[in-house]
Structures are given as C-alpha cells and as structure tokens.
C-alpha cells in the first residue's frame, strides 16, 4: 500500500507543476496580447500623423515651389521702375 501513494503523490506534484506552468503561461500570453494591442493602436496612430504630415508638407511645396523666382520678379520691377523715371 505504501508504494502505491508514492506515485499518486509524484502525480500530484506534478499536475501542481502542470497547473502552474500553464497560469503562468496564459499570464504571459495575455501580457503579449495586450503589447501587441498597444504597438497595433501606437502605429495606427503614428500612421495617421504621418499621413498628416505628408499631406501638409506637400501643400507647402505646392504654395513655395515658385518662390525662386521672386527675386527675378524684383529684379524686373527694379528695372521696369528705373525704365519707366527715365521715360516719365
């Protein structure tokens, strides 16, 4: 009788072992799961600024593409002033 406890004990031992193993797992499974969640909501985030940010930066580059020719502009409007004293 004695070596039949022996065993039934190790098998409690080892389903307690097994029982643990397993919370700890699914601990760390719903740990991983929330991560991923946040990294999921972080990087739609970061793409909707991003996609904010393009668009802006393309607007500006659309209203300042030009500007390199303001200075012929002035140079012209210098000239075109100094033309205009003489025949005024």
Do not use: F
Not at 7 to 23: D, F, G
């Amino acid at each position: 009788m004695t070596l039949e406890l022996v065993p039934i004990a190790a098998l409690s031992e080892n389903q307690n072992a097994w029982v643990a193993s397993l919370v700890v797992g699914v601990v760390v499974l719903l740990v991983v799961i929330a991560l991923l969640e946040l990294l999921r909501r972080t990087v739609l985030k970061l793409n909707d600024d991003l996609w904010q940010t393009w668009v802006s930066g393309k607007a500006v580059v659309k209203n300042t593409a030009t500007s390199y020719q303001l200075k012929n502009v002035r140079t012209g409007a210098e000239d075109l002033a100094s033309e205009l004293r003489n025949h005024g």
